[in-house]
């Protein structure tokens, strides 16, 4: 049996049986949910030993005829076990999360559909073989999340899902504009297929500006500045699990894993020449911008979700640098940086269980009264600013490597001093909120519940453990089949339609 | 050529109206008709003069089709567009209630 | 197990079980430290001994050890037992205590890793472990201002290893390799000043050497006492100074330009953190605009760039860190016997801790270059290195001679100020001979260690620590003038006697009266006794000097403060931009696509 439709099937069938399971018999959902996500955790483990060979999935059995794909193709290759390993692993530890934390909300059954709808929606992405379907899954996922930004029905959130939705449908719009366009241009729609037309064809006008389309489409989904604006009130709106899910996956199959799947694999980053520099300044732009703005805020969640930003422009910076340093180190800091951006998000959410409250100003001295959350907030902020022995100090070490030695040592100085802002302002985040005197108004305040912890320690854990994925035999086997895959190229056509 | 273009003009103006207009429902419209103009370029893309539908039958040599992708995919995207568009229209409603107004510049709560 | 990992394994793992030790078994946790703290001692002295073989990994030499590098371990070693066993008595009733243990053992053990690194990124990686530990010993001070102090620091030492990353593979660029032992780099073209500067930056923030300083004081007013005395009084100053020699002697060959920046650098520390420390009115907060100020010499030795210079360097290092943390462990003595630091409510302690007080003067003689002390010996021997330079036709060398001397004066002239407002004088309202007593001996051991060193070293600093500390690692130098100890001390102590006996002459003598002070026949009130806090405030106001006093108290030196303040207007501008309206963002995004479309498609 092949298991790859199952990953968008399985979700995808929970979605819908959830509610209806929750109609009959309250308080299944938290079950059912949890189940699935830790069986699609499970089913990612089992794909790692394979990563290094690319498997297709044709639908419907229509195979491809003369090396021309007619069905709709999944393809699950080394990258796309990675971020399907990234996806599943901190879904299952926010839906174990929230079995507590969205007992606070009414409706859990919803909650869990469309989470199951969010998390079908980036399997899709992540495995859809074809550009049309991975729209589809993309836009399923956007509203999903939409609709989970707002799940909390106050005016911020109903005006962050707004805002959200504007620019997300704007982004999707152009986004359909670009891959009309490249309909017109290729006559398909699948990858390899039209990774092999545009080799033939060269630069085209047409190209250029599906280019254009697509980088801003992706760009607004994965929040580049100054595609970026929705972000910060979107993120920190969501409740804390959805938080996590938005900053740590999300954004990064919706925006990085796209661009880079398409312009890597598909459109190769050497066709079109500008198109590093365009990526190297996005996410230079991005990594400072974002981190200036991460310093200024008041707002534990808003500080993150500003952090998120940054973050994403180092990986996208690493990526623009286009070579094999570079594809690792990005690749690296996507892992790192959504274990620990859903990490901190879900320590925020047990300090706004507790404490009611998200303004630094009035939080304080946290550490003594939640000493979980405080400490793996504390694994989680070191690591995040770069500090060894955690992994964040090796994806750091990567990405200046790579700029220098791809001939940026400008850039990896820009870096370096985005970075020394990135510890600024996570240490202000520790200074003002676990730290220093506890306010009166806390004293009251207790360690959150086990089942909120228990995911917490978890990722504070993985975060730890996640600078051996460096060592050699780790690394063969996670990171360096989906480097291998980018840097590949369109060799990416040859591997699915073989030839 | 001249159907691109007038599409594309159809997908600027739904743009102006996002951009420009102050009333949330009015960005919705706006937002409608930026769909719809891809959706009419998407559909034009498969057009070929003279084509029929592309229904096979016993005989079908010399016939010329519209290419049928577009059409499928273009009704996808409607029924995408649908939800969106639900979903905004619902949300500038709920928007209504919490902040009495429909216009833009008044929803600033989020900022900084 | 190999020896070397063996050393950097302990160390952590004793740190880890210490984390678990629970709340309640204190003795398992202090005597996990000191065990730890001894073995880590003893196999400093066993590496000294014998050089262990180096460790290699293929044909990559990741750790080794050479003369300097067995000298700094059994420095590291040495410091890291004495202030375990100070620590005791101090840390027994402080909050966070299995935090502060962990963390203790954890700095030695990185601090060992740093020296025994010969591949350039484990010397990064323990670097920035340094400043997680460092950032751990602040936060466990009492002080409400311990977690600003701790995040200072952090962001300048933890921010000066993302410094040295940056000037590692700029290196790395130019030599393709990792292992220093092969790197010989001539300071020739842009990538290879970048990489200086940025090693320079990070050896300068961690030993606090100005314009990186300014976390010393702020960690010195807020951290514990022996948290202070460990790193940046000790290690830091060791490990900062051992990645600048090794810069300077091995890494870089420096031109004259880079060996004049140096020297400016390290005149002005000396000078401006001297200055500073004359005004401070907190014990703690004088003594580490001092351990600012003593860089500076090491500095100037290096600067010097012959091997007097690189040799004086050394030594006044490891004087420097005898009496210095000589000098913290008194002084945090008084501060948990007397329950502050403040200078203006100190004062008469003399009697009441002798010990502390002999051992604390033998140390501030020693940090002002009064012979036969130590602090004398070094930093004679880092002027002869400028005497040096004149002999190779640098003309510039009389005015760092000068400033030095003069920061030297001042160093005195503070610790008079000092000395006289701690121990002398009227005590303080709160100074009551019942509440103040002698801290315990376990604290009072490495006191008594560090001031007995300070004087050994100096009477017999040519034939003990020179030969055979610091010598080794330099190579044979010839003096251009020999002071010698021995004699001098005769006469320094024929001076004392002599003074003692008309002292005593005087006392004798029948028509002596003594009384307390008094104005107008009434006793004078404790509040207006002389503190010696006030010895120096005049200087503040002196016409040039003003300027320089006021925009110090408004921290326009600080640059953390200056960095501060720019990254705020910045994010100001940012987040004025970020209005709310949605507009305004679809604006952003469509202007974006607007550029992109002509960036790409203009050509």
């Known amino acids: 049996m092949n298991w790859i439709p199952a990953f968008v099937a399985i979700p995808l069938g929970a979605a819908f049986l959830i509610p209806l399971i929750e109609h009959w018999i309250k308080g299944s959902s938290d079950f059912l949910t949890n189940a699935v996500t830790a069986f699609l955790m499970g089913l990612t483990l089992s794909f790692i030993h394979q990563a290094a060979q690319t498997q297709v999935y044709f639908v419907g059995g229509w195979e491809p005829a003369e090396g021309i794909p007619f069905g709709i193709a999944l393809v699950v290759d080394g990258l796309s076990v990675l971020m399907l390993l990234v996806v599943n692993s901190i879904a299952f530890f926010a839906t174990l999360y929230s079995v507590k934390y969205m007992a606070r909300y009414t409706d859990k059954g919803k909650f869990f559909t469309l989470f199951m709808l969010m998390l079908a929606g980036m399997n899709g992405v992540v495995i859809a073989g074809d550009l049309f379907n991975m729209f589809v899954f993309l836009e399923i996922t956007a509203i999903a999340s939409y609709a989970l930004v707002a799940f909390g029905i106050g005016s911020e959130e109903l005006e962050a899902s707004f805002k959200y939705q504007v620019l997300g449908g704007t982004a999707s719009a152009l986004v359909l504009f670009g891959i009309a366009i490249f309909y017109m241009m290729t006559k398909t729609l699948n990858f390899a297929d039209a990774s092999r037309v545009i080799a033939a064809t060269g630069v085209t006008p047409a190209l250029l500006f599906v280019s254009v389309l697509f980088l801003v489409g992706f760009g607004l989904k994965s929040a580049l500045m100054p595609f970026h604006a929705w972000l910060p009130d979107a993120h920190p709106s969501a409740p804390a699990p959805i938080s996590a899910m938005l900053s740590g996956v999300v954004i990064k199959v919706l925006g990085v894993y796209t661009l880079v799947r398409i312009f890597f694999n598909v459109i190769g980053i050497g066709t079109i020449p500008a198109l590093k520099t365009v990526l190297l300044s996005l996410g230079v732009i991005s990594m400072v911008a974002g981190a200036f703005l991460a310093l200024g805020q008041q707002d534990m969640k808003r500080l993150l979700a500003y952090s998120s930003i940054s973050q994403v422009g180092y990986i996208i910076f690493a990526f623009g640098l286009g070579t094999e340093l570079g594809i690792l180190g990005g690749l690296f800091h996507l892992m790192n940086h959504s274990v620990l951006k859903s990490l901190l998000f879900l320590n925020s959410g047990a300090v706004v269980y507790e404490t009611e409250s998200r303004d630094m100003e009035k939080l304080g001295g946290l550490m003594h009264k939640m000493p979980v959350t405080g400490t793996t907030s504390m694994i989680a902020s070191l690591s995040m600013s770069g500090l060894p022995p955690l992994g964040g100090f090796f994806s750091k070490l990567i990405i200046i490597w790579a700029s220098i030695d791809a001939g940026y040592p400008l850039l990896g100085a820009v870096a370096v001093i985005a970075s020394i802002v990135t510890l600024a302002y996570y240490f202000k985040l520790q200074k003002e909120v676990f730290l220093g005197k506890l306010a009166d108004a806390f004293q009251k305040a207790k360690e959150a519940p086990v089942l909120m912890c228990i995911p917490m320690i978890c990722l504070a854990i993985i975060s730890v453990g996640l600078g051996l994925l460096l060592l050699d035999p780790v690394r063969e086997m996670v990171l360096t089949p989906a480097v291998h895959v980018i840097q590949g190229g369109v060799d990416y056509a040859r591997m699915v339609l073989g030839g | 050529m001249t159907v691109f273009i007038l599409s594309v003009i159809l997908f600027l103006i739904g743009l102006y109206g996002v951009l420009v207009k102050r009333n949330l429902i009015k960005i919705a419209l706006g937002f409608m008709i930026m769909e719809y103009a891809i959706n009419l370029l998407f559909v034009l893309i498969g057009y070929r003069a003279g084509g029929t539908a592309p229904i096979f039958t016993q005989d079908v040599s010399g016939q010329i089709f519209v290419d049928p992708l577009p059409q499928a995919l273009v009704l996808t995207a409607i029924v995408i567009g649908l939800g969106t568009t639900a979903l905004l229209v619902s949300f500038a409603v709920r928007i209504y209630q919490k902040y009495e107004s429909f216009d833009i510049r008044k929803i600033r709560e989020l900022r900084g | ?603």
């Open chain 3, 1 to 603: 197990m190999n020896p070397i990992l063996f050393s950097i394994g302990l160390p952590v793992v004793l740190g880890c079980l210490c984390w678990m030790v629970s709340g309640r078994n204190r003795w398992l946790r202090e005597s996990l430290t000191i065990a730890g703290s001894l073995a880590l001692f003893v196999i400093g002295i066993r590496f000294f001994i014998s050089i262990p073989a180096p460790v290699l990994w293929g044909q990559v030499t990741l750790f080794s050890l050479d003369a300097l590098g067995s000298m700094m371990l059994l420095a590291c070693g040495f410091f890291g037992f004495l202030i375990a066993l100070y620590s005791i008595p101090v840390m027994r009733d402080a909050e966070m205590r299995s935090a502060y243990y962990s963390a203790f053992l954890w700095t030695l053990g990185a601090a060992f890793g740093v020296i025994l690194s010969n591949h350039l990124l484990l010397l990064l990686f323990f670097w920035g472990m340094l400043a997680v530990t460092l950032y751990m010993l602040i936060l466990c001070g009492k002080s409400q201002t311990a977690s600003e102090s701790a995040r200072k620091a952090l962001i300048i030492v933890g921010g000066s290893d993302g410094i040295l990353l940056l000037g590692i593979f700029c290196i790395y660029a130019l030599t393709s390799t990792f292992e220093m032992h092969l790197i010989r780099l001539p300071l020739d073209g842009g990538l290879a000043i970048l990489g200086f500067v940025c090693l320079g930056i990070a050896a300068f923030a961690k030993a606090g050497a100005i314009p990186f300083h300014t976390w010393i004081p702020d960690m010195a007013s807020s951290a514990p006492v022996p948290g202070t005395a460990l790193m940046p009084a000790s290690l830091d100053k060791l490990l900062g100074i051992y990645l600048l020699m090794r810069m300077a002697t091995r890494l870089f060959i420096l031109t004259p330009v880079f060996n004049t920046a140096l020297l400016i650098l390290g005149t002005v520390t000396i000078l401006a953190a001297v200055m500073r420390a004359l005004v401070q009115h907190d014990l703690k907060r004088l003594l580490a605009y001092h351990a600012v100020s003593q860089v500076g010499y090491m500095i100037v030795g290096i600067g010097t760039g012959n091997p007097i210079g690189f040799a004086g360097a050394l030594f006044h290092m490891l004087n420097n860190t005898i009496y210095k943390t000589g000098l913290f462990l008194a002084g945090g003595a008084v501060e948990s016997q007397a329950g502050t630091s403040d200078l203006d409510k100190l004062g008469g302690i003399g009697r009441l801790m002798p010990w502390t007080f002999v051992t604390f003067l033998v140390s501030a003689f020693a940090i002002s270059g009064v012979p036969p002390m130590n602090g004398f010996v070094s930093k004679w021997i880092i002027y002869q290195g400028l005497f040096e330079m004149n002999r190779s036709g640098n003309s510039l060398w009389i005015i760092w001679l000068a400033a030095a001397m003069f920061g030297s004066g001042l160093t005195l002239a503070s610790f008079m100020k000092l000395t006289h407002a701690i121990f002398l004088g009227t005590p303080g309202r709160d100074i009551q001979p019942g509440r103040v007593k002698e801290i315990g001996l376990l604290a009072r051991i490495p006191m008594i260690v560090l001031a007995v060193l300070s004087i050994g070293f100096g009477i017999f600093a040519y034939g003990g620590p020179m030969r055979h500390l610091i010598l080794p690692s330099i190579g044979e130098v010839d003096y251009p003038g020999i002071w010698s100890p021995g004699y001098a001390t005769l006469m320094v102590l024929l001076g004392l006697v002599a003074g003692l006996l008309i002292y005593g002459i005087g006392r004798s003598n029948q028509n002596l009266r003594e009384q307390d002070s008094f104005i107008g026949g009434e006793k004078l009130p404790v509040e207006n006794r002389v503190t010696g806090t006030g010895f120096y405030e005049t200087i503040q106001s002196l016409p040039g000097l003003r300027f320089f006093y006021r925009k110090a108290e408004t921290r326009s030196f600080d640059i953390y403060v200056q960095g501060s303040r720019l990254v705020a207007a910045i994010t100001r501008v940012l987040r004025k931009s970020h209005t709310g309206v949605l507009t305004f963002y679809l604006v952003w995004a469509i202007a974006g696509l607007v550029l992109l479309l002509v960036w790409l498609m203009g050509r």
